[in-house]
């Protein structure tokens, strides 16, 4: 969808639609009263009849207003105007936009840009309605025979801004916000794809293509490479399929040479059963989006490349199955990790970190300032942060702040967990120089305890995404997440150098 700011007054938009806000209990947003003006009443008029209450989440779409060359308008329920904030800007232009790619309007020109939202400028707003809208146009159909025929969809979205000055912003915010939701549809449509066709080669691939696509240096390490690199972590995981493994890296150069790099590190579980320890059968089919995190960080990268922003930044992604094989980690088996730390095996089920383990300490080689992995690896995360927020734990605070704030401005939320050296002694092991579960209690900092003993040499972060990175039930899916809460980790990390360049 094309999307472009423009500034003027809804009486002079000759447009498919206007979308102006509503507030209970049937309140006028201060453009639909210039609409109301302009209409002679028709808006209030129509209020009063109650066909809208202006509650959250209703829309009521109107045909021919008198005075108005703008075929339609709808009017969108926005809630109480002092609890209006970002997850109700948020969920109205979400509604918005589902509502009307049912109709005939191709182009829609939408107010909604200008309510006002506490400790939120044009810019943020902008941006958002941009995200949100490819979120809720996103459809995921090229694998059904007949994919559903759809009407004209929506093909141009006016963001109306207040003032001619805020152009340049808002453009900005567009460019910012089709690049965060060109990585979430790459990472949404990885996920969806199912693990006999999204496997570690078929990820591979699309690695190269975004390298080809941008120039980026791309390295696909083979099971014998990491053999010679001494991956027993790794190797021990791919064992039971028939899929070779790989290790997969995309490095963008868009700083300084001498500049270290962000790397982000992405398990990409193409699928797993659980290994011996094998899943039960409800809901395993989920168990192809167990590569999000790979995905999230081919998609961070992406995004990160089409807006050149002035960093080095490194994506790397071990990739595997997890199946049941009679050649297949066992339970009580010993692997030795490319750091050279042992690990007893006691759950094969527990097998992202131990990808993750070889790939942390490959990360080294490229003197990262920063590290950060993103993994679906816990279900203890699911029960503690649900669907709303990620896990976060790290070695720096400092680091975990900026992440956090990140996640905050993207409304990609993370929630920080203690990662204290008690949590370590769960993972002690009489026969190895650790386990790779450490009970039931504390399920996500226990991983999170065992991938930082691959994370001493440097500032490190890790992201649970295992609540996040899809959805189950009847919207079952890939949610993309957490490519913006990452996009914009970078963005603020480039313009941070910048302003100390500057200084």
């Given at each position: 969808m094309e999307f472009i700011v423009k500034s003027g007054t809804p009486e002079k938009q000759r447009t498919g639609c206007i979308v102006v806000g509503i507030f209970e209990t049937r309140k006028l947003s201060a453009v639909a009263h210039q609409i109301d003006e302009v209409s002679g009443g028709a808006i209030a008029a129509i209020l009063r009849r109650g066909d809208l209450e202006g509650k959250a989440g209703q829309t009521l779409l109107l045909h021919n207003i008198a005075n108005l060359p703008?075929?339609?308008?709808?009017?969108?329920?926005?809630?109480?105007?002092?609890?209006?904030?970002?997850?109700?800007?948020?969920?109205?232009?979400?509604?918005?936009?589902?509502?009307?790619?049912?109709?005939?309007?191709?182009?829609?020109?939408?107010?909604?840009?200008e309510l006002d939202i506490k400790g939120r400028d044009i810019a943020w707003k902008i941006r958002q309605a941009v995200e949100v809208s490819e979120v809720a146009?996103?459809?995921?159909?090229?694998?059904?025979?007949?994919?559903?025929?759809?009407?004209?969809?929506?093909?141009?979205?006016?963001?109306?801004?207040?003032?001619?000055?805020?152009?340049?912003?808002?453009?900005?915010?567009?460019?910012?916000?089709?690049?965060?939701?060109?990585?979430v549809r790459l990472a949404r449509d990885l996920g969806n794809l199912p693990g006999n066709l999204c496997t570690p080669s078929y990820l591979a691939e699309q690695a190269q293509e975004i390298g080809k696509q941008f120039n980026l240096k791309t390295t696909v390490l083979e099971k014998d490479d990491m053999q010679k690199l001494g991956m027993g972590a790794l190797l021990s995981v791919s064992r039971g399929s028939r899929q070779p493994p790989k290790l997969i890296v995309l490095e963008y150069s868009g700083g300084k040479e001498s500049e270290a790099p962000v790397a982000l590190v992405g398990k990409g579980l193409t699928f797993d059963a659980g290994g011996i320890s094998i899943k039960p059968a409800a809901n395993m089919d989920e168990m192809k989006f167990d590569m999000c995190g790979g995905a999230s960080v081919l998609g961070a990268v992406k995004a990160a490349a089409e807006l050149k922003l002035p960093i080095n930044l490194v994506g790397i992604v071990p990739s595997s199955e997890n199946l049941p094989d009679g050649d297949?980690?066992?339970?009580?088996?010993?692997?030795?990790?490319?750091?050279?730390?042992?690990?007893?095996?006691?759950?094969?089920?527990?097998?992202?970190?131990?990808?993750?383990?070889?790939?942390?300490?490959?990360?080294?080689?490229?003197?990262?300032?920063?590290?950060?992995?993103?993994?679906?690896?816990?279900?203890?995360?699911?029960?503690?942060l649900g669907a709303h927020a990620s896990g976060l734990l790290a070695n720096n605070d400092s680091l975990a702040r900026e992440i956090l704030n990140a996640g905050k401005y993207t409304h990609d939320r993370a929630w920080q967990l203690p990662l204290w050296d008690e949590y370590q002694k769960q993972l002690d092991s009489n026969f190895a120089d650790m386990a790779n579960i450490g009970g039931r209690e504390a399920g996500t900092i226990t991983?999170?305890?065992?991938?930082?003993?691959?994370?001493?040499?440097?500032?490190?972060?890790?992201?649970?995404?295992?609540?996040?990175?899809?959805?189950?039930?009847?919207?079952?899916?890939?949610?993309g997440r957490p490519v913006p809460l990452l996009v914009q980790y970078l963005i603020n990390r480039a313009h941070k150098r910048d302003a100390e360049t500057t200084a």
């Open positions: 703008s075929e339609r308008v709808l009017l969108v329920g926005c809630g109480k105007e002092k609890e209006f904030n970002e997850t109700r800007y948020r969920e109205a232009t979400a509604k918005a936009v589902k509502v009307l790619n049912d109709t005939g309007a191709t182009e829609i020109t939408t107010y909604l840009t146009l996103y459809r995921f159909d090229q694998l059904k025979s007949k994919p559903k025929n759809q009407r004209r969809a929506i093909k141009r979205m006016v963001l109306a801004v207040p003032k001619r000055s805020d152009l340049g912003t808002g453009e900005q915010a567009i460019r910012e916000g089709q690049a965060i939701a060109e990585g297949a980690n066992k339970p009580g088996d010993i692997v030795t990790s490319m750091s050279g730390q042992t690990v007893e095996v006691l759950n094969t089920d527990a097998e992202g970190r131990l990808i993750l383990s070889d790939a942390l300490t490959y990360a080294e080689k490229f003197n990262p300032a920063v590290v950060i992995d993103i993994a679906t690896l816990t279900g203890a995360c699911v029960i503690a991983g999170a305890c065992f991938l930082s003993r691959y994370a001493k040499n440097f500032k490190w972060a890790h992201l649970d995404i295992a609540g996040t990175a899809w959805k189950t039930g009847k919207e079952k899916g890939a949610t």
